[in-house]
Every structure is written in C-alpha cells, then in structure tokens.
C-alpha cells in the first residue's frame, strides 16, 4: 500500500471529524434560531471575534464528546516497525477492520499521533472546565459574604487568600502535584474540605431562594444531600455508599453495588491535579468576587431589597451575584484557558498525570526529544493546545464586547 500524499492526508483527517463537522452545523441552526431568546450567548452572534472563539472551542468540546469515533486506533496501542514513521505511512500487518494509515505518523513508541491528539482532547476538556466550575463555586461562596459583611469575615478569608497568592502559580502547582506532597495526604484532606463547598453554595442557593416555602426548599435541599453527597464520597474518597451500606448491614463476604466505582469515580492522579486546579484558582476568583460586591452592594436594588427585609444571603445569591455574572463568565473562560496551559505545563514536566497519558503535554514533550529530526510527533499536540485556548480568549473577548453593551 501506497503512503498518502499531502493532499490525501488532509482530507483523510477532514473526513474523520465529520461528527464535528454535523455538530457545529446543528448548534449553529438552532443558535440562530433562538438566539433572541437566549441572552448573551445570543448576542455572541454579533460579534465576529466571539464567533470564532466559539466555534473553535465547540470544534474541541464536540471532538472531546465524540472521540471514539474520530480515533483511527487505539492512542496506547504500539505497532511494531511504526516508530516515528512519518505522517501517511501505511499501517503494517493491517487487518480489514484496521484503519490502514497512521495520519499524523506515528511517535518514538510507534503509536499514532493522530489518536493520541483526539484522546488528549477528552483528558483536557475533563478537567479543565469541571476544576475551573468548582474554583468559581468555592470562590463565589467565600467571596460573596466578604465583600458584603467586611470587618472579622473579609479579614480572615482575605489574609488566606492572599497568603495563597503570594506562592507563584507555577511553583505552587508543582509543589501540589510532587510525590512528596502526595504522600502527606494533602491533596485528599484539601478534596474533602473543597469539595463540600459546592454542596454548601447549593443548600444556600435553595434555603435563601425558597425559605418562605419550605416544602419546595426541604425537597431540593434533600436531593442535593443525597445526589451531592454520593456525589462527593465517590470523587474525594473514591467511596460507594452502597457498598458502605452493604457492609454494615451484610458484611463485606456479600458482594453487590449498582455502581463498582461509585457514581463519580476519579482516579487518584486525576483527583491531585483536579484538587490542584481549584485549589490554585480559588482565591483569584475570590478576589473578583469579592471586590464585585462590594461595588455591586451599593446600588439602589441592594437597599430596596434590604428595605423589604430580605435575608442577606438571599440578597447576595439572587440580587448582586446575576448582576456580576457578565464579567465573572468572561472570566471563566479565560480562567478555563489558563488551567489547560498549566495542565499541559504539568504533563510536559511529567507531573501529575500518567506517563503514558495521552494528555497534549505529555505527547508535547515524548515528541520535543526528537524535534530537530521529526516534527509531526510534537506539531499536532501544540497546535491544538494553542488553538483551543485561543478560542477561549477569543471567546472571553467577544463575551467582553457583548456585556458591556448591556
């Protein structure tokens, strides 16, 4: 079999993202459909600098979604007599059911290039927004009481924040990720502590909303108990309730779980750079929060809904923080951005993930080694790295422009 030339490699991988390709088309149909009922993501229409943020970040999330079936192999799978083949080079000892080509080459292990970079986009796209999410929540939930009460409150959490910005960024996320810190347990006493504040802004979120009606307040704070707190024991300490249940009741002899892992489970390297991630981003985000209220806490709507004798926390989740959501989205897709330089900072020093991860950084770096002799092991995983969190600051821009017209 022939190797491919240029122009065949190119609509080869073209043709393997056409799932991508079918998504961007329906999400733009029914974006502009309903754009004038969807507020500011509809108004991201208008801005041709936000569109193309949008779309090369949507091009990345749906590759994350549908990754199974854009790979052409296995991205841990070795080929004997594929190292560092170039890109097109035709697979040797193919099957009927293989794909006959390696795309993008193949790496000093003689995996493929080009699955490695589909499957790098699901690791990134997992962690990133998720830990970028729960650093917003435990920011907004000490931010929040902060800037509006002041005095002992915004001391105390403003001297740990700040005790916390005083590390470098990078330093500090290395040191958090080190197996000498892991051994101490850190990361996981952090996870149990950080991961209960979700579950706290939420129980605020319903007790402050529907405190007038407490039937409706009791219903939707008991489902986030249940459904967030199995939620938290399988992410912070990989633990099943039903198992717990099972051996308190049964014994451990007695095997049975409707979920073997819980119904979140993260595996142990996963949750130290996850931990790590929000651990990080937490007090900048607080920071913002923080200085927002007390700007936001002096407008006309803040006193009328003191003077009606509303409860301050219901004034702070429902009067100032949708009032600060313009540059606070803004914010988390820059913030979003930052969190995949740093994971793929990490997998490029070898920290934290998986040496055989196929994460960009990792696959960055097995590459750089023979960078003055083959490219295409090291390009594609920088170039996607680049493009997704260029259209995140793209993104960020054109959600900047269209805010500050409301």
Known sequence: MEPLTSFNIFTNIVSQFWVVWLGIILVFLISIRTKRSTGLYGKLFDSPIGMTGFVLVLFWVLTALFADLIMTHNPLDQVSGMKNKVPGTPLR????NDYQWYLLG?????RDVFSRVIAGSRIVLKIAPLATLFAFMVGITLGLPAGYFGKKID???????NLILAFPVILLFYLLVTPEIIETGLPKYLAGVMFLIPILFMLLLWQSRFHIRPKVRN???????LVGGWIYLGAAFNAD???IIRNLFYGPEVEWSLFPKGLVYMQPNILIVFVSVV?????????????MTMDIQTRDYVAAAQTRGETPWYIMLWEILPNARGPLIVDFCLRIGYTIILLGTLGFFGLGLESESPDWGTTINSGRKLLSIYTHPALPPALSLMSLVLGL?????????QSLKD
């Open 155 to 161: 001391t105390t959490l403003s001297f740990l924040a």
């Open 393 to 401: 600051n793209l993104l960020a821009d054109g959600l900047r422009e």
């Open 93 to 96: 000892g193919a099957t009927e």
């Open 219 to 225: 219903k939707f704070m008991l489902w986030t108990l």
């Open 106 to 110: 193949g790496d000093h292990l003689a």
């Open 241 to 243: 309730p039903l198992v």
């Open 279 to 291: 651990f990080v981003n937490s007090p900048t985000v607080f920071r913002i929060v923080r200085g």
